[in-house]
């Protein structure tokens, strides 16, 4: 067995093609033994590695070059064609293989980012579909994990969608809670969207809430989508971007 070692399967390929000084009439057979892995952030980093066999070149056979044109020969509008229902289920199944891969692979990173902050969490997943994952981080320190105004756990938030669509799976909604956060928070926006609206109607004044990330802008904006008196825009560049809540006329 001869391994050679790259940061890709490509660069290891180059690397054995050099310094096995392969002749015209030869060639290699490879044997990926480890597919490489950037790692996010740099973590969980790792080099390709493959197994290297020379063998000398054949010449194509007919049958061979027959199912070549064969396949050059498919028709291509039959990739065109609408998929049928059993397509559809096995791209859906194959889609929420991949999120439960990448998912664990995400428990992992998240565990591994704490601990580096000095915080133990042990993440658990409560919800898991082809778009939507939730995750629960159990921990003795849910300040600690909150945050101020919930700053660090929306980053981690956002930087968790983030790994999922590194890793493939993409379209992903990833939403992070602990000790029922997100629903105390969710009372709490209410509470300051029905306030603001009552010193926009006293004053005929527009009010500029305090930033908060996409979810919450979104609360605010379905719950005043129907009153007569006021209406709401989001105003501003994330991460600073804010809701607006103005005079309806």
């Known amino acids: 067995m001869t391994i050679f070692v790259g940061t890709t399967i490509e660069e290891a390929r180059e690397k054995a093609s050099t310094q096995l000084k392969l002749t015209a009439g030869q060639t290699i057979d490879v044997k990926v033994i480890q597919q490489p892995r950037h790692g996010f952030l740099g973590i969980g980093r790792r080099e390709a ?25 498919v028709p291509s509008n039959i990739k065109d064609r609408e998929l049928d229902p059993a397509e559809i289920k096995r791209r859906q199944q194959a889609n929420l293989k991949k999120v439960r891969e990448t998912s664990a692979q995400l428990v992992d990173y ?35 994990v909150i945050g101020k105004h ?10 968790s969608n983030t790994f999922m669509d590194y890793h ?7 939403v992070l809670d602990t000790s029922n956060y997100r629903e105390r ?65």
Not at 209 to 236: C, F, W
């Open 110 to 144: 998240l565990v591994t980012v704490f601990k580096e902050l000095g915080i133990t969490v042990k993440p658990k997943i409560t919800e898991l579909e082809a778009h939507e994952l939730k995750i629960d981080l159990e921990t003795a320190e849910n300040g600690r």
């Open 49 to 73: 590695k493959i197994d290297v066999v020379v063998k000398d070149k054949e010449s194509p056979s007919a049958s061979t070059k027959e199912e070549s044109k064969e396949i050059d020969e």
């Open 150 to 159: 919930g700053r660090r756990i929306n980053a981690m938030e956002q930087l």
């Open 168 to 174: 493939g799976a993409a379209k992903v909604n990833v």
């Open 185 to 249: 928070r969710r009372e709490t926006i209410h509470h300051l969207a029905q306030k603001a609206v009552t010193e926009v109607v006293a004053s005929g004044k527009a009010v500029f809430m305090d930033p908060m990330p996409a979810r919450e802008r979104k609360q605010i904006h379905q719950e005043l989508e129907s009153n007569d008196h006021v209406k709401t825009y989001s105003h501003g560049r994330e991460p600073y971007r804010s809701v607006v809540i103005a005079p309806k006329d």
